[in-house]
């Protein structure tokens, strides 16, 4: 039972992170789509709650993939209630089926039909959405306050060490992270979305140009970083200007600005997007929340005053333009517009000409004409926001 329960942590527990199910090239029949679904097994079904039919005695499940599952309670199944971060049922508190929600994560345990639609449960081991957000929050805070984030500049596989260059105020700075065996290496996989989605890593899989968030302490030279946890991934980010927009496909067409080539930007169930508020709208103008300095926003952790504007150093010394867009408004792809002009992130995926979005930034061109002022300050020297969209690196998230 033990082996078996490892299955149901892919979604929320970072370290234990399942196969990417999200990597398709194209969109799967449904019943191909559940005969090929990895959170399905002869033995068990996990995933999301979504319905709870107690008179009925059946629980219906979402797997991470998408497909549906009913499961087939009786009065011999037992359920457990697991901590999020478990690995075992060591510690496991029974409780019954009116204790189950909506929107908690579950792995039934039992046997499975041969469509895979049924699973008659001898087992239920459940994770309650309140701890598994509970978990989520810690863990973010965690990652923004000794995390670190920048893009590989060196590679040096006979010392297993990378240099990353990340962004402060006195400009680009080299960080290097020795990588030993003790470090936990994840790596986003083509067309991934989550941060659960990175899946186990070797070094030999890093290239320069990859994006790395990185967990630890830096060290007190400043130049070396400590890393318990590293997670990397190579991601594009493209700017453009919307053609057509299909909210029932989740597709949303642009034309690139710098290539000026059409582009598909495919919109997933995780796929986050925001708007960024036009010059003088909401109080935001160049990284200040709605509401005045340091609004939406606590002190800064270990104290001490946040820089004006919210563009300073991070926890990590990166420029906190990250943490400003993680703070902008959520939407949805009805709010999208044609004529908008967007920036995507995205994983580099199977088909160049087609975006799996992580991020999507509508209303952008406020924010371009801000990394192009910036872009003037610097000098022709620096990075051309046009190529590198002025070094924006949002397409690592949080847990």
């Known amino acids: 039972m033990k082996a078996l329960f490892l299955a149901i942590a892919p979604a929320f527990i970072f ?20 005969a090929e679904d990895k959170s399905i097994t002869p033995n068990r079904a996990s995933g999301e709650v979504k319905v709870v039919d107690s008179p009925g005695k059946q629980i219906i499940l979402k797997t991470d993939a998408g497909s549906l599952v009913t499961v087939i309670l009786n009065d011999a199944t037992s359920y ?8 075992t049922l060591d510690g ?28 008659t449960a001898r087992v239920v081991v459940v994770m309650s959405k309140a701890d598994i957000a509970q978990k989520q929050e810690a863990e973010r805070a965690d990652w923004k306050k000794r995390g670190i984030l920048g893009v590989i500049s060196v590679l040096k596989p006979e010392t297993n060490e990378i240099t990353i260059t990340t962004r402060s105020m006195a400009g680009p700075q080299p960080l290097t992270i020795p990588v030993s065996e003790k470090v936990e290496m994840r790596r986003y996989a083509p067309d991934s979305i989550k941060f659960a989605d990175a899946m186990p890593a070797k070094f030999e899989e890093l290239k320069v140009g990859d994006q790395v968030r990185a967990l630890g302490q830096r060290n ?26 299909d909210a029932a496909t989740g597709e949303v067409k642009i034309n690139d600005m710098q290539t000026k080539q059409p582009l598909t930007v495919v919109i997933k169930q995780d ?22 300095p340091g609004a939406g926003q606590g002190p800064p952790a270990g104290g001490g005053a946040r820089p004006a504007g919210g563009i300073g150093p991070g926890a990590g010394g990166g420029m906190n333009i990250q943490d400003m867009l993680e ?16 920036i995507v992130s995205s994983t580099r995926g199977a088909d160049p000409t087609r975006l ?4 999507l930034i509508s209303g952008a061109d406020t924010l371009l004409n801000m990394m192009a002022a910036r872009q003037a300050q610097a000098g022709p020297s620096a990075p051309n926001p046009a190529g590198g969209l002025g070094g924006i690196q949002f397409g690592i998230g949080l847990p």
């Open 15 to 34: 370290a234990l992170a399942g196969v990417n199910t999200l990597a398709q090239t194209a969109p799967a029949s449904p019943a191909a789509q559940q």
């Open 80 to 87: 457990m209630r697991v901590a999020p971060n478990a690995t």
């Open 92 to 119: 496991a508190t029974r409780i019954t089926l009116a204790e189950v929600a909506e929107g908690d994560r579950v792995m039934a345990m039992g046997r499975v039909s041969d469509d895979r639609k049924t699973a």
């Open 220 to 245: 007190p030279d400043g130049a070396t970083f400590a890393a318990e946890k590293v997670v990397t991934g190579s991601f594009k980010s493209v700017a453009g200007v919307v053609t057509a927009i």
């Open 271 to 292: 796929s986050v997007l925001r708007k960024f508020p036009a010059a003088g709208e909401g109080g935001m103008m160049m990284g200040r929340p709605a509401g005045g």
């Open 327 to 342: 703070r902008l408004p959520t939407i949805a792809v009805a709010d999208v517009k044609v004529g908008d002009t967007i």
């Open 356 to 359: 799996t979005a992580i991020s």
